[in-house]
């Protein structure tokens, strides 16, 4: 019997005449296998996300903003104006801040005067092709730093920019055409979302809607342009007045761009205001409809405009 | 508004989203073809006239029914107008702009949907045709609306 003395071959799982492989209970290598490492790879993954929004997050508060729109360089300041129009539709906390919106409309105000001296430095700028392009640089970036910040006054639920945007939209800056429509578009446009910012308002918590009107009183109460422009907010949020339809009607009779007059239409579906509103924005609305398109008819060269 | 509302709406906005974001491509599938412009635009200022409509609509306006307002909103309900006016140049054709075309169509029809809730004892029984044709649109975004806003308007639901 030769073959007893011969060593028996082991098992392979891969063999299907001999059936399945033993049931043995699971090693601890099994469960560092099929728990740990795929625990550690996940919560790798966590932190670096965690990781990078922590430092997105860290550009996101009200000072940090402040702090880049008040750099002394241009192209920061517009690309801050920029990021906070855009987080700003996101962040209900943020758009219902009312010593930030104040900030932010002082900072518009400002910016306003330093566009007209900076379309004047360049109609100043004389004959040399070196001092025209860096007038013509600094004009840019303030006509987008501007922009920029009548979104982000647009894109708060509170209606603290809205004197000023009225302004803007019915009047416009600059004695260049372009620059006087580019603005004016910028804030009509502004105006639309301001209105539907006012919505956003009334969806937030109760508790976090008294505190708003509270911080808004206590600016009412103070003193300068910061105390008109949060008495005009509270009276905006309580259904009165505050000039918006009056402004956008004014856009609506003028007879040299089409595009403005098209986006006061849409602005129009967004602001009810008193009845007597109500009957203008009518009026304004009706007027629209028999528009014939006088005036420009280009949008695209007006939006490049540089 | 209440949440349920908000919620609600947030739910039918994401809904439009998503259907602009595929359905209009889906739509326009079977067309690879660029559809070349045949016909004239609207006259000048449609664009103004258009948002000025909707407008109205959109704030329950019962002047939306005025005889220029209602032609107007008539005229956005009009696919193949529609295929006229918005207009882009490639290789030298003038081809139909399919995707902007469509989202104004829809927008109309979600103005009168919204002009219907505001104003629900006004009869808007003269865009019934209107939106009746739109159920046979090439377009499934505009098929859709259009169902929609039957169902809500002709049918009352």
Known sequence: MSHMNEPTPPPSPLDPNKGLPAVVPPSGRHIVQLFLIPGLIVAGAVTILLGFSWLAGGNRTPEQFLKNIDSTNADVRWRAANDLAQVLKRDDELAANVDFALKIAERFSRALDELERAERYLQDAGADPKDQAESRKSLVAQRNYVQYLAASLGNFSIPVGAPLLCDVAANGRGTDEKLRYTVRRGAVWALANLGEGRKRFNRLPEERRAAVLRDLEVAAAGAGIASEWAKVALAGLKGESIGVIAALAICARDPRDIFLREQTAHALIFWDGTPEEQRLAEETLLLLVRDVGAGHNDRIELKDGE | ?157
């Open chain 2, 1 to 157: 508004m209440n949440r349920m509302q908000a919620v609600s709406q947030m739910r039918a906005t994401a809904a439009i989203a998503f259907l602009l974001a595929s359905g209009l491509v889906v739509g326009c599938r079977p067309s690879k073809m660029p559809v070349v412009v045949e016909g004239p635009q609207s006259p000048p200022g449609w664009e103004v006239r258009y948002n000025a409509a909707a407008a109205l609509a959109r704030r329950g306006s019962v002047r939306a029914l005025d005889d220029r307002v209602r032609d107007t909103l008539l005229e956005m309900l009009d696919e193949e107008q529609q295929m006229r006016n918005f207009r882009r140049e490639v290789n030298g054709r003038m081809v139909s702009d399919v995707n902007s075309a469509a989202l104004t169509v829809v927008t109309t029809l979600q103005a009168i949907h919204e002009l219907h809730q505001r104003q629900p004892s006004l009869d808007l029984i003269v865009f019934h045709p209107a939106i009746d044709k739109l159920l046979d649109s090439p377009n499934l975004v505009v098929r859709t609306e259009a169902k929609k806003t039957k169902q809500s308007i002709i049918n009352k639901k």
